[in-house]
């Protein structure tokens, strides 16, 4: 695995993230095919790595930016509820509704409920409430940071593999069929996937790195690398903003 200083030897770093148990896993794949696996424990620390001024670095990142609130028209992210529908028959489940605003700083669980069900109409899913720390760190670190704003943006991998395939995964990530439909697709596209699913396997425990974060983040580092050729696309096609400015999409890019 390249360190930072070989990857900055590229003038474009394209980074793909998920979260996982121990924070946030991430792929860095460059112009010249060089990749790096990575694993922080908090986002600032992802950032601080890659962005140092000199290069230009894409970050793609599968978590919530930009939320309504109760100060908000809607009820619900129009990019949440398209990303459902794209996904269908098989993969819509796993876009989860994003909580309000309120609802990601709520003490415990039930009150997370009753506030995103005032604002929004709708409770919590404890899958939801699961990743609700993570949304949280992120709204805080963005608003915190504002070069990072147009620098970090929200993506989702079953759209990345929708969007690369023409069609949703057929299989559950989490079985073996799925993460062999997931590779295998990968494999097409990026020459490097052997190699980079080996490295952060043997890199990373499972009770830290999941075997499908590795996938996860892989696809949307090798979104992050297709965009500067073909452009990012966005869902829905004009971005919402929410009271801070952030946008509310989801965003993909194409290989055809």
Not at 51 to 56: A, E, F, H, P, T
Not at 58 to 63: A, C, E, G, Y
Not at 155 to 171: D, N, Q, R, S
Not at 248 to 254: A, D
Request: hydrophobic letters at 35%; glycine letters at 6%.
């Amino acid at each position: 695995m390249p360190e930072l200083q070989t990857l900055h030897m590229d003038k474009k770093v394209f980074v793909g993230v998920d979260g996982c148990r121990a924070g946030w896993f991430a792929v860095a794949l460059t112009e010249t095919d060089s990749f790096g696996v990575f694993q922080f424990y908090k986002i600032s620390d992802l950032w601080n790595y890659f962005y140092d001024g000199k290069i230009n670095v894409r970050i793609l990142v599968d978590i919530p930016i930009g939320l309504i609130d109760s100060k908000s028209n809607l009820k619900r992210r129009s990019c949440d509820v398209e990303a459902r529908r794209l996904l269908r028959p098989y993969r819509q489940s796993s876009v989860f509704p994003t909580p309000c605003k309120e609802a990601i700083y709520a003490r415990n669980y039930e009150s997370a409920c009753v506030i995103n069900e005032e604002v929004t109409g709708k409770r919590l899913t404890k899958q939801t409430w699961g990743i609700v720390p993570k949304i949280r760190e992120m709204n805080d670190f963005l608003i915190a940071t504002g070069s990072a704003k147009e620098k970090i943006i929200e993506t989702h991998p079953e759209v990345c593999f929708w969007a690369l395939a023409g069609k949703p995964m057929e299989y559950s990530k989490k079985e073996s069929e799925g993460f062999n439909e997931r590779k295998k697709l990968l494999q097409g596209i990026c020459t490097s996937t052997d190699k980079i699913v080996q490295n952060a396997l043997s890199k990373y425990r499972r009770k830290d790195v999941a075997k499908d974060d590795i996938l996860d983040a892989l696809v949307v580092s090798v979104t992050a690398k297709l965009s500067f050729q073909r452009g990012l696309k966005s869902i829905p096609e004009v971005p919402e903003k929410d009271s801070q400015g952030l946008p509310m999409q989801v965003v993909y890019t194409t290989i055809c």
